[in-house]
T-cell receptor, first 117, second 112 residues
Framework: EAGVAQSPRYKIIEKRQSVAFWCNPI?????LYWYQQILGQGPKLLIQ????????DSQLPKDRFSAERLKGVDSTLKIQPAKLEDSAVYLC???????????????FGDGTRLSIL | KNQVEQSPQSLIILEGKNCTLQ??????????LRWYKQDTGRGPVSLTI?????NTKSNGRYTATLDADTKQSSLHITASQLSDSASYIC???????????FGSGTRLQVQP
């Protein structure tokens, strides 16, 4: 099966600019996650969707970050305006998990590496 | 506070040798523990998922153990290969919650 697709792979912008990332999950996966991974650390959950509804966005900096998952498939994550501390890899993951939590593994894309100048 | 601590932070071993990575967690109530392998510049890939009732689980040369009483897990790599060079991340999920708590990972380097 095709994996989680993300684009772009790399992005360099100046602080205060805006940027958007795109994610296409594995076909049939109901749950989609966006993570931020700072160099040397484990991923930190930003937002979790169940189909096209938000399940958890408690760690999303809502003053500058936004995400949507129209039609319950593809998703975009936007940062506006970007700050220096937003330099990180943004990972998208998906899983088969339906209404309740399960032991389904999360399948990750290769991420977008964002550098803020 | 729900935390996952991994040790060592980094490790260098020679090709063909075995190694063991450690994970201690305070996440409660516990649902499952996962080990992921993350190659440089790639997303994490699931190695094992263990629930409360499972003590050990293998995936090829990777064997994970879990002691839910002491809240410890280990990942044992047998007969290491150059391709095992990667970060290994321990992840714990709480019962009833979907969010995962990630450790910071152990960076393993296998040298020829």
């Amino acid at each position: 099966e095709a994996g989680v697709a993300q684009s772009p792979r790399y992005k360099i912008i100046e602080k205060r600019q805006s940027v958007a990332f795109w994610c296409n999950p594995i076909s049939g996966h109901a749950t989609l996650y966006w993570y931020q991974q700072i160099l040397g650390q484990g991923p930190k959950l930003l937002i979790q969707f169940q189909n096209n509804g938000v399940v958890d966005d408690s760690q999303l900096p809502k003053d500058r970050f936004s995400a949507e998952r129209l039609k319950g498939v593809d998703s975009t994550l936007k940062i506006q305006p970007a700050k220096l501390e937003d330099s990180a890899v943004y990972l998208c993951a998906s899983s088969l998990e339906q209404l309740h939590y399960s032991n389904q593994p999360q399948h990750f894309g290769d991420g977008t590496r964002l550098s803020i100048l | 506070k729900n935390q996952v601590e991994q040790s060592p932070q980094s490790l260098i071993i020679l090709e063909g040798k075995n190694c063991t990575l450690q994970c201690n967690y305070t996440v409660s109530p516990f649902s499952n523990l996962r080990w992921y392998k993350q190659d440089t510049g790639r997303g994490p890939v699931s190695l094992t998922i263990m629930t409360f009732s499972e003590n050990t689980k293998s995936n090829g040369r990777y064997t994970a153990t879990l002691d839910a009483d002491t809240k410890q897990s280990s990942l044992h790599i047998t007969a290491s290969q150059l391709s095992d060079s990667a970060s290994y991340i321990c992840v714990v999920q709480r019962t009833g919650r979907r969010a995962l708590t990630f450790g910071s990972g152990t960076r393993l380097q296998v040298q020829p």
